[in-house]
């Protein structure tokens, strides 16, 4: 786990854009940033920014060439922090400017008014075999391995993936949210707010010993966050990016 980063007022939060060419409002986003259209202070990536974004398979950086140069363009005016999700890691080499954050470093702790906070994209704490499947699938031979295959077939592995993904719901409610989060992280971790998002929900609950928020994602209506002090335990002003194409 990272310590000792300073959450700044100001910041930008987004988690979930699952960037794609079927889902291209991201690019407009980190244009009003890279602008300065967009104010932050800092910018969180927390997780499936893309659909699909490997460090060792550069068909998918060249996929998502623009998004990716935007993101590095702004890094080099503001601190950008990557927490890598299950659909985009392996990123450092594609980010050499970001903060990145494997699954192994999160939760990243973060501090905020005196505030401990707790973040992560929302894929750690899987059971044994998910564990196994993320360690798996992050390995760069099993990587390399499926660069080469891809590339060998004409990309019809990616694109057969890039089908898959882009028929999902993203959007669907989780009910019993609050009781499924208390037993996966209420009672392990001790902190003011665990933020992530991977699930989508968009909620904020009370938990026994902190305030457990899961992030709307960008794809579902493009909601984006903006750390903000209020006097209530609320911790995020949730905008959204009307502009998106």
Known sequence: MYHNIELKEGAIVIADAHYSHKRPE???????????????TQL???????????????????????????INEIAQRIEVFYL???HDFNLAPVFPNVKIFPIEYQPVECSYKGKKILLSHGDIEGDFGYRVYAKTIRNSSVLRLLAFLDTLFGHAILKRLDAYLSKKDD????????????????EKYVCDYFVEGHFHQNKTIELDSFVYVNLGAFACNQRYFVVKSTQNRELFEEKNFSQGI
């Open 84 to 86: 890598e999700g299950n």
């Open 44 to 70: 969180f990536l927390m997780g499936d920014i893309f659909d699909a974004l490997f460090g060792e398979v550069s068909y998918t950086h060249v996929q998502n060439q623009e998004a990716i140069g935007l």
């Open 26 to 40: 991201l690019l407009a986003f980190l244009g009003e940033i890279h602008a300065q259209n967009i104010p932050a």
């Open 171 to 186: 959007c669907r409610e989780f009910v019993g949210l609050k009781d499924f989060m208390q037993k996966r992280v209420g």
